[in-house]
């Protein structure tokens, strides 16, 4: 099973990036698959997940209505838009699949991919 996760870097507040998630070794279309993050000295954290379908989507408050997230099951990716970014966006970002978007927002997933890293600062 491998989840790579890229698009990561250093853009200034207000500004946007688009992080991707490529999956492979397992059949991504069964899965719900999220995102979370982990800041400098904090504990990872939930920020968004999606259904198999595409149908569902749930999103932590701190990113809700400036964060999307986005799935092709075709291509066995996944996607964050994120929009009006803040320093305190700042994290290594990381996706992961799970069996259930419930599970996967109590952040317990069967697999987990490399992070990238997101930095927001002027």
């Known amino acids: 099973v491998q989840l790579v996760a890229s698009g990561g870097g250093l853009v200034q507040p207000g500004g946007s990036l688009r992080l991707s998630c490529a999956a492979s070794?397992?059949?991504?279309?069964?899965?719900?698959m999220g995102w979370f993050r982990q800041a400098p000295g904090e504990e990872r954290e939930f920020v968004t997940t999606i259904d198999w379908s595409g149908g569902h989507t749930y999103y932590a408050d701190s990113v809700k209505g400036r964060f999307t997230i986005s799935r092709d099951n075709a291509k066995n990716t996944m996607f964050l838009r994120m929009n009006s970014l803040k320093p305190e966006d700042t994290a290594v970002y990381y996706c992961?699949?799970?069996?259930?978007?419930?599970?996967?927002?109590?952040?317990?997933?069967?697999?987990w991919g490399k992070g990238t890293q997101v930095t927001v600062s002027s």
């Open positions: 070794g397992f059949t991504f279309r069964n899965y719900a």
């Open positions: 992961a699949a799970g069996v259930s978007v419930m599970t996967m927002r109590v952040s317990s997933a069967s697999y």
